[in-house]
């Protein structure tokens, strides 16, 4: 599930409260890294939901376009996928484009 308009930087954004009050988690606030660094990540019984940072509507790889193979694949993403995509912080022209391993 995509959600696009909660900010990544304010705790009390009601994004949030609505999303536990529906059964769901916040997994990660933010990513480490840019563009995209104001993504979020939550759960919702067994699927994912996305906040997804205004940078992604501007036509450049940002974090979404590195989590999103991950959902995809496994229908799934927590925290620690989130964090191990943000290795060296900076997306690169060609950073949108990788994919999980193959089980």
């Given amino acids: 599930m995509l959600f696009a308009g909660a900010s990544a930087i304010d705790p009390l954004d009601p994004a949030?409260?609505?999303l536990v009050e529906a059964g769901g988690r916040v997994l990660q606030l933010g990513a480490p890294m840019h563009p995209g660094s104001m993504l979020w990540l939550g759960s919702l019984h067994e699927a994912a939901v996305v906040g997804v940072a205004s940078c992604a509507g501007?036509?450049?790889?940002?974090s979404?376009?590195?989590l999103l193979p991950f959902v995809f694949a496994y229908g799934r993403a927590d925290a620690g996928d989130l964090l191990r995509l943000g290795h060296g912080g900076l997306i690169e022209a060609g950073a949108g484009r990788r994919f999980p391993p193959y089980s």
């Fill in 58 to 62: 501007f036509g450049r790889n940002s």
């Fill in 64 to 66: 979404l376009d590195l």
């Fill in 16 to 18: 949030y409260a609505e």
